[in-house]
């Protein structure tokens, strides 16, 4: 059973960096079956597809945020990661890595979520 | 974008009753190749959130078929036939056809 980690600081000051990790276990990130993701949610609000990476590295990004935001995989280590840059309150939220299939399974949404990972911007 | 509408926000119902929420796409969701990718999601409070139902009608794994989903073009539908307590959380509508995919404002089921 594929399971997925989120981890990173909490509190990040405005104009910094948001960077997580999301690493995965009971499956490789390396099989090409999968797409892998980062989607927000803000307090109280919906949820954001933020964009998604597959094994070899191509990325796909929300273009609302694609000036900010760089996705990467590090497969050695089964992981990959999201940097956000420029933060401002408004990026304030809970952060989830998630899967999806590979192909037109991306399309199908994602099938593992992580357990999400509060991020506060605040100086 | 494709901007995705929920219908009704909040949605009482009585333990045992039926319980359906509307979603409207501002395009349609009809892919070249002939498929629809319109997904649902349920949101437990404090939990993640959890797909129910891909490409408009199929269930994921585990779900009870209390649940099921309808619909095609811009207008789809969740169903739940008869509603349980564990079935208190926010459910999305989501959309996959274009990119980027987007969700529904998000209809919260509670019990009267």
């Known amino acids: 059973q594929v399971q997925l980690q989120e981890s990173g600081p909490g509190l990040v000051k405005p104009s910094q960096t948001l960077s997580l990790t999301c690493t995965v276990s009971?499956?490789?990130?390396?099989?090409?079956?999968?797409?892998w993701s980062w989607i927000r949610q803000p307090p109280g609000k919906g949820l954001e597809w933020i964009g998604y990476i597959y094994y070899s590295g191509s990325t796909y990004y929300n273009p609302s945020l694609k000036s900010r935001v760089t996705i990467s995989v590090d497969t050695s280590k089964n992981q990959f990661s999201l940097k956000l840059s420029s933060v401002t309150a408004a990026d304030t939220a809970v952060y989830y890595c998630?899967?999806?299939?590979?192909?037109?399974?991306?399309?199908?949404?994602?099938?593992?979520w992580g357990q999400g990972t509060t991020v506060t911007v605040s100086s | 974008d494709v901007v995705m509408t929920q219908s009704p926000l909040s949605l009482p119902v009585t333990l045992g009753q039926p319980a359906s929420i509307s979603c409207r796409s501002s395009q349609s969701l009809v892919y070249s190749d002939g498929n629809t990718y319109l997904n649902w999601f349920q949101q437990r409070p404090g939990q993640s959130p959890r797909r129910l139902i891909y490409?408009?009608?199929n269930r994921d794994s585990g779900v009870p078929d209390r649940f099921s989903g309808s619909g095609s073009g811009t207008d789809f539908t969740l169903k739940i036939s008869r509603v349980e307590a564990e079935d208190v959380g926010v459910y999305y509508c989501?959309?996959?056809?274009?990119?980027?995919?987007?969700f529904g404002q998000g209809t919260k089921v509670e019990i009267k």
């Open positions: 989501m959309q996959g056809t274009h990119w980027p995919g987007t």
């Open positions: 009971g499956g490789s990130i390396s099989s090409g079956d999968y797409y």
């Open positions: 998630a899967r999806s299939g590979s192909g037109y399974g991306a399309m199908d949404g994602m099938d593992v």
């Open positions: 490409k408009v009608s």
